[in-house]
């Protein structure tokens, strides 16, 4: 039996960031950004990197308050969960509250001596590595 293999999403209004895990679905890599005009465009730039990395399972960061609720922003990332989970069916796709993984990104560059603007590009692909180094534990 094979390792599933996952795509996370770090859902923003322009950029979204996305990681995955390799073939075996247990080594997780940032792979490049998604900037957008807005979610709605989402569903369909998705698509072909759930195609391309044979994905089973897609990986969504919720932002959750600090007492677990869903705020305005976390309500529409919920919206576009319930859109992509009408669009893709055969797909398990799972919420993940994302609580700080913007801030352990940007550590982590920092701590690698990365600067503030290459920081800045490769934000929203790191926090999506966190998402889904989450659920995969690597």
Sequence with gaps: MSARRFLA?????????VAA?????TICVPLDRID????????????PLLAE??????????????DGAAG???RKVLALVD??????????????DEAHTTDEAHRLMKD????????RRHADSLSALQILRRVVGD
Excluded: C, N, Y
């Design 9 to 17: 999403l770090d859902v923003g209004e322009r950029r979204t960031g």
């Design 21 to 25: 895990t390799d073939w075996t679905g």
């Design 36 to 47: 957008h005009s807005g979610m709605k465009e989402l569903p369909d730039r998705v698509a």
């Design 53 to 66: 990395r044979q994905s089973e399972v897609l990986v969504v960061g919720v932002p959750l308050g600090r």
């Design 72 to 74: 305005p922003q976390a």
């Design 83 to 96: 859109v992509l989970r009408k669009r893709f069916q055969d797909l398990e796709i799972m919420t993940v």
């Design 112 to 119: 690698a001596g990365i600067r503030a603007a290459r920081r």
